[in-house]
Each structure stands twice: as structure tokens, then as C-alpha cells.
T-cell receptor, first 114, second 111 residues
Framework: EAGVAQSPRYKIIEKRQSVAFWCNPI?????LYWYQQILGQGPKLLIQ????????DSQLPKDRFSAERLKGVDSTLKIQPAKLEDSAVYLC????????????FGQGTRLTVV | GDSVTQMEGPVTLSEEAFLTINCTYT??????LFWYVQYPGEGLQLLLK?????DKGSNKGFEATYRKETTSFHLEKGSVQVSDSAVYFC??????????FGQGTELSVKP
């Protein structure tokens, strides 16, 4: 079974530029998460989708971050414009619908804003 | 809001030593509890879980027991190996359907 795919693995951009990350969850998984993990900290939930609807985006900085989940499958997370403090690893995870079992994580995208 | 607190790292142990990583949580009701592990250069992966009070999760020699009375889910292993060196994250899945992580504890095991 293929895991959660993310791209790119690494990205370096200058502040005020824009960047986009892509995630392909495990086939059939209804729930998709985007987390931000700053060095030395635990993952912080940015947004959670159930199919193509948003369940929780309370910690998403909506003035600069946006996310969508196309047809309830792939998802993209965009930052525009980026700030230095956005440097982090962006993790995508998915889980099956129904009784919660576990979330499966991709390897993440490491973003460096200079 | 709901939260997870883990003991500060890094934790450095010699091979075959006993490991405990403390985790406590704040949440209403009965959240599901998890330990995830992140090996160097890899993504997060589930280590073990417990979904109700007094449940014990176990995997790869690691164990943790869901203690509702103390809102804790401490991770233990009787004899660590160098290959256990990683960052360990305690997490809860709360009644609101959110998966919330602690800050992580780095474990380094020396031969």
C-alpha cells in the first residue's frame, strides 16, 4: 500500500515570496491533515479536511496561508507571502473515515525562508 | 484548550537501560492516546495507542498505560537499544476530532 506522498521534500525561498506544497493521501482516506513542525517543537495542526470539507482551520494564519483539497483527494497548502518564522517542516497526514485508528504521515516538506 | 505535555529532552541513556518518558494531557472526556516516533530523516509513525482507560498499548518492547485518574500515558521500555534513538511524541485524539501533539522528547542511546 502506497503511503502519504508529499512534494517537494525541501524548499528554500526568500521572504515575501510564495510557495506551495502538495500532498497525496493514502487512497480511500477521508481525513487529511496539514501540520506545521517548527524545529524543537511538536507538530501543530494547521487545517483538517474531511473529504473536501474543512473540519478545523482555527490555527491557520488565513492572511497568508491557504489550503484546498481537490475532489476530496489531493491537497495543496500555499503560503503567500512567506515570513522568516514560516521556516518549518510541513507535514501531511491522512486517516480513514469512521472510528479513529491512526494518522499516517508523509515525510514532510522542509521549508527555509531566508 | 486541550493540550499534551511531555518531559523535556534530550534524554541520553546507555544501551540496555530502562526508559521512561512522561506524558500528561488535558482534555475533556476520554480521548484516545498515542505515542508516535520519528527516526532521523523519516516521517512520524505510530508506535502504540490506547483508546480507553486502563488499556495498555505495546509495540517493539515499548509500553504505555492509559491512566485516566492521573491523565497520563507514560512511555516505558525495559532495555533500550541504539536503534531506539529518535524523537518520541505523545498525542491525543480529542472529542472534537483533533489530533494534538506534545512537544516531543529526543532520546539518544549510547552503546
Amino acid at each position: 500500500e502506497a503511503g502519504v506522498a508529499q512534494s517537494p521534500r525541501y524548499k528554500i525561498i526568500e521572504k515575501r515570496q510564495s510557495v506551495a506544497f502538495w500532498c497525496n493521501p493514502i487512497s480511500g482516506h477521508a481525513t487529511l491533515y496539514w501540520y506545521q513542525q517548527i524545529l524543537g517543537q511538536g507538530p501543530k495542526l494547521l487545517i483538517q479536511f474531511q473529504n473536501n470539507g474543512v473540519v478545523d482551520d482555527s490555527q491557520l494564519p488565513k492572511d497568508r496561508f491557504s489550503a484546498e483539497r481537490l475532489k476530496g483527494v489531493d491537497s495543496t497548502l500555499k503560503i503567500q507571502p512567506a515570513k522568516l518564522e514560516d521556516s518549518a517542516v510541513y507535514l501531511c497526514a491522512s486517516s480513514p473515515q469512521g472510528v479513529y485508528t491512526e494518522a499516517f504521515f508523509g515525510q514532510g516538506t522542509r521549508l527555509t525562508v531566508v | 484548550g486541550d493540550s499534551v505535555t511531555q518531559m523535556e529532552g534530550p534524554v541520553t541513556l546507555s544501551e540496555e537501560a530502562f526508559l521512561t518518558i512522561n506524558c500528561t494531557y488535558t482534555a475533556t472526556g476520554y480521548p484516545s492516546l498515542f505515542w508516535y516516533v520519528q527516526y532521523p530523516g523519516e516521517g512520524l509513525q505510530l508506535l502504540l495507542k490506547a483508546t480507553k482507560a486502563d488499556d495498555k498499548g505495546s509495540n517493539k518492547g515499548f509500553e504505555a498505560t492509559y491512566r485516566k485518574e492521573t491523565t497520563s500515558f507514560h512511555l516505558e521500555k525495559g532495555s533500550v537499544q541504539v536503534s531506539d534513538s529518535a524523537v518520541y511524541f505523545c498525542a491525543i485524539y480529542n472529542q472534537g476530532g483533533k489530533l494534538i501533539f506534545g512537544q516531543g522528547t529526543e532520546l539518544s542511546v549510547k552503546p
